[in-house]
């Protein structure tokens, strides 16, 4: 007893090495499992003595369940506080590439636990709005897509200023140079990556869409983007038919010239430098097949062959996947020919 009592005053008194670590407590977990967990984090070293402290100490029984981030340092005693009274809790937002501003503030609110209604005005905040010089209404596309730990309580301000932030972080000094060669603005640039970012699928792509576009917008071509009328349009649809073509959004690039309004999403790096280093391409039509890739061309002519080609690879997919829709252009984007159909001037099979 004496040499277990010994045992626990040496193991309770804290790790040397510094810095944090990050703990999960499942739901409605067992003593057993915390003290595993914390012993996976690198914060107790003997799982089976933090049980016999905890109980000793009588804290076994009200460990509040969550993602904890704390002190390596703490000491046993530290982490049990921390453990019953909810401190170092920690919720994680994460943003992947691509998502548009609802999703975001559906994430922060669900995450978080904050009114959605908080984080609908956080994104609109004038502040960042005025300090990104964005001529829109709010941070749809400045909002960096990442993963953000934020501490137990935190609000939808500090969630969506963090976010502004990393965008801050993120955006190199060459890239504002950049901007000046291209002729476009960072909000322009930003609005191409949106694009581009919800449009491909293969990574090595993004710098050939990105050059379609903006031979499109030289030529004065609308750019009849598929993903910025999924925008526009009052819910998310994966595929599009000719009616949705006509909906009336300033974000419809089917019957507006030059690029949308403002970005539709958060681009990723990679988007973004594909908006600002497009690939030198002849290509003003690209169409989509099954597997995820386009094919790209410089003249209507040669786009019909590859519409026809992608119309027979959709086809023969669908008899393979015929329920499978969530990822196949819409009806506008495999059943027209373009010398003869509304979106006749379109890069894709339209």
């Known amino acids: 007893m004496i040499v277990l ?32 967990s914390l012993s996976s984090a690198g914060l107790v070293g003997s799982p089976m003595l933090f049980r016999i402290y905890a109980k000793i100490r009588g804290g076994g029984r009200s460990i509040r369940p969550g993602t904890y981030v704390l002190r390596r340092d703490v000491g046993w005693k530290g982490i049990l506080d921390a453990l019953n009274g909810g401190k170092g809790l920690v919720h994680t937002v994460t943003i992947p590439e691509g998502f548009s501003l609802p999703q975001i503030v559906r994430a922060v609110s669900v995450r978080l636990q904050v009114p ?29 897509p990442d993963t953000y730990t934020l501490p137990e309580g935190s609000s939808a301000a500090e969630a969506v ?5 990393r965008f801050e972080q993120a955006w190199k000094p060459e890239w504002t140079a950049r901007l000046d060669t291209l002729g476009l603005s960072r909000h322009d640039a930003l609005t191409l ?23 499109r917008l030289r030529d004065g071509m609308r750019l009849q983007a598929d993903p910025t009328v999924q925008y526009a349009l ?3 649809q994966a595929r599009l038919f000719y009616k949705d073509l006509r909906v009336k959004s300033p974000y419809n690039t089917y019957i507006h010239k030059g690029l949308p309004p403002g970005p539709i999403a958060s ?11 497009p690939a030198r391409v002849p290509y003003k039509y690209f169409v989509a097949f099954p597997d995820g890739h386009h094919e790209f061309r410089a003249t209507v002519r040669q786009h019909e062959v590859a519409v ?6 959709w086809a023969a997919y669908y008899l393979a996947h015929p329920i499978d829709t969530a990822t196949a252009p819409g009806a506008a984007s ?9 979106a006749t001037k379109t890069k894709r099979a339209k």
Not at 198 to 205: Q, V, Y
């Open 5 to 36: 009592a010994s045992s626990i005053l040496v193991a309770c008194g804290g790790r040397t090495t510094a810095g944090t670590a990050r703990a999960t407590i499942p739901r409605n977990a067992t003593l057993r499992v915390a003290a595993e």
């Open 161 to 165: 200023s963090l976010m502004a932030r």
């Open 308 to 313: 026809a080609a992608a119309r027979k690879a």
């Open 116 to 144: 959605v209604e908080s984080v609908e005005a956080a994104v609109r905040d004038s502040t960042w709005r005025r300090r990104f010089d964005i001529p829109s209404s709010s941070l749809e596309g400045y909002l960096f």
């Open 193 to 215: 990556a949106s694009i581009v970012e919800r449009e491909a699928k293969l990574p090595e792509e993004r710098p050939v869409i990105a050059g379609v576009y903006l031979n």
């Open 234 to 236: 009052p819910a998310h």
């Open 267 to 277: 681009p990723g790096v990679p988007s973004i430098v594909a908006a600002l280093y």
């Open 334 to 342: 495999i059943a027209a020919t373009p010398a003869t159909k509304p």
